[in-house]
């Protein structure tokens, strides 16, 4: 079985990682302390295929402690206590250093167990994680150790990776690869940021590429984007991709920004994502635009509808026009604020019996104060409004709605000022 070319490429210095120079520039913090040979708990936070685990394993190798290598989606509580089990052994002389990859899928009992050791000393991790740290590790644990966080490469890092595998490639294979820049910057574009990806891409199509009558392997554009025409969708439904996606398509509507607006919701579409399109352009609508143009909702409504109604591809076409016009659209978050007071005064217990006058019930006991409903119906009065209460007694004078700074609401504001002689 042949090793992956990503995994034979694995640089082994820091210096040879391609990308994250925020941690690995030479005055930066990290990387003066770990070459300083006192090496910290730490938790490597980012996406696939960015340096994490390369990145841990040239630290580890190099630490000088013994070496244990686990992996949250296969590790077991017994395999963790076969590691703490060298702590005071001959063989833990210079020290223990846990490298355990994917450490999400550790189940809290699990990190629990690690608390103690860390805590002494007589432990060092280094963990990686896909997943936002602070949702998916135990904040014991996560407290002990400090935090990187790992970013998607530029396809300039990108780039660089692949000469170097060509030129791996070129000398193991024996052969000669012919790659246009064009064709290699495609696929440092293509794979968003996911070295792996752009390796396991490239190896894909050296291994299709048959040497022509000078025995040289052409690769060209076509050929990569055969292969690589989906990798740079990052998403995963239940993963932080897809919440930061889903919160820039929101925000960029919000923020009256189409073009933004359109990007995010081709990726959505492009990862079949149907779903998260139609609810949160419907959100937008109804939170954003609101009263500042409230025909919007009907006519977002209708796009939504027959966009389920089509399916994908067509119906990128109504969504797109409904995004445009939310994100074109006047601006109002005033019944959404409206709204959130009033629940929050619920949610606080300020409510209180609902008046008199406004109670479906037409009989009185005999220990009411006051007979009668005296209930006054709007219509019967001038303009169809009449001054009466309507909330309840402790909560009089309260204001949960404010007019917003649009046409629509301002002219609603001077109609009802001159009716209640404001």
Same mark, same amino acid.
């Given at each position: 079985?042949?090793?992956?070319?990503?995994?034979?490429?694995?640089?082994?210095?820091?210096?040879?990682?391609?990308?994250?120079?925020?941690?690995?520039?030479?005055?930066?913090?990290?990387?003066?302390?770990?070459?300083?040979?006192?090496?910290?708990?730490?938790?490597?936070?980012?996406?696939?295929?960015?340096?994490?685990?390369?990145?841990?394993?040239?630290?580890?190798?190099?630490?000088?402690?013994?070496?244990?290598?686990?992996?949250?989606?296969?590790?077991?509580?017994?395999?963790?206590?076969?590691?703490?089990?060298?702590?005071?052994?001959?063989?833990?002389?210079?020290?223990?250093?846990?490298?355990?990859?994917?450490?999400?899928?550790?189940?809290?009992?699990?990190?629990?167990?690690?608390?103690?050791?860390?805590?002494?000393?007589?432990?060092?991790?280094?963990?990686?994680?896909?997943?936002?740290?602070?949702?998916?590790?135990?904040?014991?644990?996560?407290?002990?150790?400090?935090?990187?966080?790992?970013?998607?490469?530029?396809?300039?890092?990108? *780039?660089?990776?692949?000469?170097? $595998?060509?030129?791996?490639?070129?000398?193991?294979? =024996? !052969?000669?690869?012919? +790659?246009? @820049? #064009?064709?290699?910057?495609?696929?440092?574009?293509?794979?968003?940021?996911?070295?792996?990806?752009?390796?396991?891409?490239? *190896?894909?199509?050296?291994?299709? $590429?048959?040497?022509?009558?000078?025995?040289?392997? =052409? !690769?060209?554009?076509? +050929?990569? @984007? #055969?292969?690589?025409?989906?990798?740079?969708?990052?998403?995963?439904?239940?993963?932080?991709?897809?919440?930061?996606?889903?919160?820039?398509?929101?925000?960029?509507?919000?923020?009256?920004?189409?073009?933004?607006?359109?990007?995010?919701?081709?990726?959505?579409?492009?990862?079949?994502?149907?779903?998260?399109?139609?609810?949160?352009?419907?959100?937008?609508?109804?939170?954003?635009?609101?009263?500042?143009?409230?025909?919007?909702?009907?006519?977002?409504?209708?796009?939504?509808?027959?966009?389920?109604?089509?399916?994908?591809?067509?119906?990128?076409?109504?969504?797109?026009?409904?995004?445009?016009?939310?994100?074109?659209?006047?601006?109002?978050?005033?019944?959404?604020?409206?709204?959130?007071?009033?629940?929050?005064?619920?949610?606080?217990?300020?409510?209180?019996?609902?008046?008199?006058?406004?109670?479906?019930?037409?009989?009185?006991?005999?220990?009411?104060?006051?007979?009668?409903?005296?209930?006054?119906?709007?219509?019967?009065?001038?303009?169809?409004?009449?001054?009466?209460?309507?909330?309840?007694?402790?909560?009089?004078?309260?204001?949960?709605?404010?007019?917003?700074?649009?046409?629509?609401?301002?002219?609603?504001?001077?109609?009802?000022?001159?009716?209640?002689?404001?």
């Amino acid at each position: 079985m042949s090793t992956p070319l990503a995994q034979q490429l694995r640089p082994q210095s820091l210096a040879d990682v391609c990308g994250q120079s925020h941690l690995l520039g030479p005055n930066c913090v990290f990387r003066k302390t770990i070459e300083s040979g006192r090496i910290p708990n730490m938790i490597f936070y980012g996406p696939s295929g960015v340096g994490k685990t390369t990145v841990a394993r040239i630290i580890a190798e190099n630490s000088g402690m013994r070496l244990h290598k686990l992996n949250g989606t296969s590790a077991s509580t017994g395999d963790i206590k076969a590691v703490l089990a060298e702590i005071g052994t001959l063989s833990s002389t210079n020290g223990l250093l846990l490298y355990l990859d994917e450490i999400q899928y550790l189940n809290k009992k699990q990190q629990q167990s690690l608390l103690e050791c860390i805590e002494d000393g007589s432990v060092t991790l280094i963990a990686s994680t896909t997943e936002n740290p602070y949702f998916y590790i135990y904040n014991a644990l996560l407290s002990r150790c400090t935090v990187f966080e790992f970013k998607a490469l530029q396809p300039s890092d990108v *780039e660089r990776g692949i000469h170097n $595998a060509i030129h791996k490639l070129e000398q193991q294979q =024996q !052969i000669q690869i012919d +790659m246009p @820049q #064009q064709a290699i910057q495609y696929l440092a574009d293509a794979c968003g940021g996911d070295m792996r990806k752009a390796l396991g891409c490239l *190896e894909f199509v050296v291994s299709a $590429a048959l040497p022509n009558e000078k025995g040289v392997h =052409q !690769i060209d554009v076509e +050929m990569v @984007q #055969q292969v690589a025409r989906r990798t740079a969708m990052r998403y995963d439904r239940e993963g932080d991709d897809h919440y930061d996606i889903v919160s820039a398509y929101q925000k960029s509507m919000r923020g009256s920004d189409p073009d933004a607006a359109l990007h995010y919701l081709a990726r959505l579409l492009e990862a079949g994502d149907l779903v998260s399109a139609c609810r949160r352009l419907m959100v937008c609508a109804c939170e954003d635009v609101g009263l500042a143009y409230p025909q919007i909702m009907p006519i977002v409504k209708a796009a939504v509808d027959a966009a389920n109604m089509l399916g994908l591809p067509e119906a990128r076409i109504p969504l797109a026009n409904a995004v445009v016009l939310v994100a074109t659209s006047p601006k109002s978050n005033s019944a959404y604020l409206g709204i959130n007071k009033a629940m929050a005064d619920i949610r606080k217990g300020k409510s209180g019996p609902i008046p008199r006058q406004l109670q479906n019930k037409h009989f009185d006991g005999e220990d009411a104060l006051v007979k009668g409903q005296n209930y006054k119906y709007a219509h019967d009065y001038p303009n169809h409004w009449v001054q009466q209460q309507y909330l309840p007694d402790a909560l009089v004078g309260t204001v949960y709605y404010e007019y917003g700074e649009n046409k629509n609401e301002q002219a609603a504001r001077v109609y009802w000022d001159k009716v209640k002689n404001i």
